[in-house]
């Protein structure tokens, strides 16, 4: 069987590929976030390198309008499906990881409880706003002003199992509001409350019409139940490397080197150094712009000109792969800019599998997100019974 010395996963995040099977219970069907992306454009969306890496391969009832099924370099194709009991990242990546979340965490549609919201409060001294789901950019644009004028703390959720606390960085200093995040971290984790991330979410700028996020967010997870294939890994000597958002959704755990970032083209970049450092074996990288900018903001045309980017830079990556590396392209989730709300969406995630030398393969539906992290400890001959999923790596050639 052929091996890998390393293997570069590229989580595009929120870049789903279709409804998911179970999409009605999560009020999704229909959702289809590159398929209406695809369609939305007038022209044709630009996506040569996906295109190259099979995009166009992978099976669905209708084609993706604009991407061709040929290309000249061959790769092996699939999607997964997620069966996790949430559509949020870290249900997404953990499940990747072999750790699916099988119970529901819990989310909070008519906002925090008061006895949370009073620990909150009486911690840091500040007055707790809004409390309910919102949007967060327009949540910055509605109570941003009142949040600087007094102090307080915009706090507010979403579908997902999250507790998302912004301000001002002037006004509350980012290590402050880290600070009062990790608190809350503790309280959950103390509790009987089951949360899947806090999310702090400094942001600057002078007016509501020019209140903006910064880099400087940072997600609080709670810690895997269960050893992941990262922490596998790290214990048997494989090097990970974790760029963007996955430090935060382990927990740090299993990761030997983290690298943040400012961007999804950042990101890229970072891939293309950690490429350079013959360390790491297994790369791990998120690229979160396409969810957070684009996704819960409905903004189909940002989304559009985001992927197109990220699709040319693509191509530097895919130069820098050589025959005993593994690129893997994939998503965690959908957010089908053009679906009503501003929630993920249930989908499958794209599988676009490649190497110099590989032969053209259809991996088909993979039944779980977790065959991903199979196939990633076959590679490297790590035996596990925890993880309940099925390598590809044997249609590798
Ligand atoms: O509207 P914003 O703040 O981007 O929030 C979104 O970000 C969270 C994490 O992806 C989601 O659960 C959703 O609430
Ligand atoms: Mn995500
Ligand atoms: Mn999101």
Redesign the pocket.
């Given at each position: 069987m052929r091996k890998f010395e390393r293997i570069i996963t590229i989580v595009l995040d929120s870049v789903g590929i279709g409804s998911a099977p179970d999409a009605t219970a999560f009020g999704d069907q229909g959702a289809d976030t590159l398929g209406h992306l695809c369609s939305y454009w007038e022209g044709e969306l630009a996506l040569p390198q996906l295109t190259e890496l099979g995009l166009g391969r992978i099976c669905r009832d209708e084609p993706l309008k604009g991407v061709k099924a040929r290309s000249k370099l061959s790769s092996a194709v699939g999607k997964m499906r997620e069966i996790s009991a949430g559509k949020?990242?870290m249900d997404g990546h953990w499940e990747m990881m072999g750790v699916p979340v099988k119970e529901p965490l819990d989310t909070f549609p008519n906002g925090f409880p008061y006895e949370l919201v009073d620990k909150i409060e009486k911690f840091s001294n500040r007055k707790v706003l809004l409390n309910q789901p919102y949007?967060?950019?327009q949540a910055i644009k509605d109570y941003g002003e009142k949040q600087i004028a007094e102090g307080g703390l915009i706090v507010y959720t979403?579908g997902?199992s999250?507790i998302?606390v912004a301000a001002h960085e002037a006004v509350v200093p980012v290590d402050e509001l880290y600070r009062i995040c990790r608190f809350i971290r503790f309280t959950l984790d103390d509790s009987s409350w089951n949360v899947g991330r806090v999310?702090a979410?400094p942001f600057v700028g002078q007016n509501p019409d020019d209140f903006e996020r910064t880099a400087n967010r940072h997600d609080f997870s709670m810690v895997p139940k269960q050893a992941t294939v990262l922490d596998l890994l790290n214990a048997n000597g494989v090097s990970v490397c974790g760029i963007g958002k996955i430090n935060d959704i382990f927990s740090g755990r299993g990761i030997d080197s983290q690298v943040h970032t400012t961007s999804n083209l950042d990101g890229l970049n970072q891939i293309l150094a950690a490429l350079d450092n013959q360390k790491y074996k297994f790369v791990f990288a998120n690229l979160v712009d396409f969810?957070?900018n684009y996704g819960?903001r409905r903004d189909a045309k940002g989304y559009g000109i985001e992927l197109e980017q990220v699709d040319q830079k693509l191509r530097d990556v895919v130069s820098n792969i050589s025959e005993t590396d593994l690129l893997i392209v994939t998503a965690d989730h959908g957010n089908d800019p053009t679906f009503r709300g501003?929630d993920h969406t249930r989908e499958y995630v794209p599988l676009l599998v490649y190497s110099t030398n590989l032969s053209n393969a259809d991996l088909g539906i993979r039944e779980t997100f977790s065959d991903l992290g199979a196939t990633i400890l076959d590679n490297f001959g790590i035996e596990d019974n925890l993880i309940n999923a099925t390598s590809f790596l044997n249609q590798l050639r």
């Open positions: 949020d990242s949007s967060g950019t979403s997902d999250v998302q999310i979410r969810d957070s819960h501003n």
